[in-house]
Nanobody, 119 residues
Framework: QVQLVESGGGLVQPGGSLRLSCAAS????????MGWYRQAPGKQCELVAG??????????DYADSVKGRFTISRDNAKNTAYLQMNSLSPEDTATYYC??????????WGQGTQVTVSS
């Protein structure tokens, strides 16, 4: 059984940076994609960033609201994905949920990590 453990959330001032990590453990044979959604109070759940792994090629995609500020990456050896978040604003305040999709299409979720951007 695959589990995802998230870390890296917290409180940061506007304009600051945070890096989220999502480590996959368990019976991992291969990974098709990883990424993050976020959920803010009173707002719809939003796909923030995702990275698709196809052999040695990685293809990343971002929500328009974070393009140019967030960068997703993955360490294959560690089965870990990272979300580098720069130039954070209060609008980025949300609970961030990591996900993993295996080649069969099964989607697994992390426990969520809170990101609060406030002065």
């Amino acid at each position: 059984q695959v589990q995802l453990v998230e870390s890296g959330g917290g409180l940061v001032q506007p304009g600051g940076s945070l890096r989220l990590s999502c480590a996959a453990s368990g019976s991992i044979f291969s990974i098709y994609a990883m990424g993050w959604y976020r959920q803010a109070p009173g707002k719809q759940c939003e796909l923030v960033a995702g990275i698709v792994i196809a052999g040695t090629t990685h293809s990343a995609d971002y929500a328009d609201s974070v393009k140019g500020r967030f960068t997703i990456s993955r360490d294959n050896a560690k089965n870990t994905a990272y979300l580098q978040m720069n130039s954070l604003s209060p609008e980025d305040t949300a609970t961030y949920y990591c996900y993993l999709i295996d080649p069969s299409g099964q989607q697994i979720w992390g426990q969520g990590t809170q990101v609060t951007v406030s002065s």
